[in-house]
Structure formats: structure tokens, C-alpha cells
């Protein structure tokens, strides 16, 4: 798949958690909320990194840190597209400037 099929994939996702929460709670979810969420997902990826680096113990294991960093990503590409961000273009220029001045310093 590729960035636009991934997000694609990802605000159907969204669209049936929006439909979910609306039916339980009588609501969506605002932007500020989701990304709120998606501050308690990092939360839960930096213990399992911790966990893989045995400075914690958390269930889960490998599976664990791999559903957290597609969680994650999947929060990404929602907040991308509810911003009207181009994270495709995005991602390549700040690549681009990363991989410059990276490699600009190491020549000095």
C-alpha cells in the first residue's frame, strides 16, 4: 500500500470509530480529543520500547510494539488528513532537509 491507501484505510477506521462513539456516547471525538489519544498511544509505545530494552516488564511483546507503532502510525495519517496536511510531500521534504543537513555537518 501506499501513503494515500494507507489514509485512506485509515479514515474508514476513523469513520467507524465516529459511528461507534456517536451510537455509545452520543458523540464524536474532536481533533483536540484525537490527538489526545494519540498522546495516550505514544505513552503506551515508549513502555513497550522500554519493555523490548528490558527496563520494564509489559505483556505483550513484539506483537505488542508492533500493534502500538501501527496504532500510532494509523493516528498519524487521521491527524494528516483532518489538518489537510500532505504527509506524502511532507515527509520527502523533511527527509530531504534532515538527510542535508545531516550529511553537511559530517563533511565539516
Known sequence: MNIDQLTE??????????????????????????MLGFVGDVGDLAKLVMAQEGAREMPGGRAA?????????????????????????EFRRTVDELEVGISTQLDT
Open 9 to 34: 484505510r485509515a479514515m474508514r477506521v476513523h469513520a467507524l470509530y465516529d459511528e461507534l462513539n456517536h451510537q455509545v456516547r452520543g458523540r464524536t471525538w474532536n481533533r483536540e480529543e484525537f
Open 65 to 89: 510494539l508492533g500493534h502500538e507503532l501501527a496504532d500510532c502510525l494509523w493516528s498519524v495519517l487521521v491527524l494528516a488528513r483532518l489538518y489537510d496536511v500532505d504527509l506524502d510531500a
